[in-house]
């Protein structure tokens, strides 16, 4: 059974620098592309960030480029999540997600193309 669990977010105020981070066990971490997308109780499941399966290729969309920064340890079995400048509407749950898709060049923006879910991470960023 593969399991993602994230770690790292927290309370933070305007500004602020935060590392996530999402262990995947029970799989073959290197075989997926990998996923970060954030969800608060008003607005729907928003991407973030993806990452293919040797981390050559990362997408953003514009909201998070040049502050956030998708990254993986295949030896380690974790993704990670840099966040830089954090903003109040950043605050959302963080998750992280795993796709066995094998097409492309590994980006996948769509969370319908993901197969595995962390539990999410609560990030927090006060004015």
């Known amino acids: 059974q593969v399991q993602l669990v994230e770690s790292g977010g927290g309370l933070v105020h305007t500004g602020d620098s935060l590392r996530l981070s999402c262990v995947v066990s029970?799989?073959?971490?290197?075989?997926?592309?990998m996923g970060w997308f954030r969800q608060t109780p008003v607005k729907e499941r928003e991407f973030v960030a993806c990452?293919?399966?040797?981390?050559?290729?990362?997408h953003y969309p514009n909201s998070v480029k040049g502050r956030f920064t998708i990254s993986r340890d295949n030896a380690k079995n974790t993704l990670y999540l840099q966040v830089n400048s954090l903003k109040p509407e950043d605050t959302a749950v963080y998750c992280c997600?795993?796709?066995?898709?094998?097409?492309?060049?590994?980006?996948?923006?769509?969370?319908?193309?993901?197969?595995?879910w962390g539990q999410g991470n609560q990030v927090t960023v006060s004015s």
């Open positions: 990452i293919s399966w040797s981390g050559d290729n990362t």
């Open positions: 997600a795993a796709s066995t898709l094998d097409y492309g060049i590994g980006l996948y923006p769509g969370s319908n193309d993901y197969d595995y």
């Open positions: 029970g799989g073959s971490f290197s075989s997926y592309a």
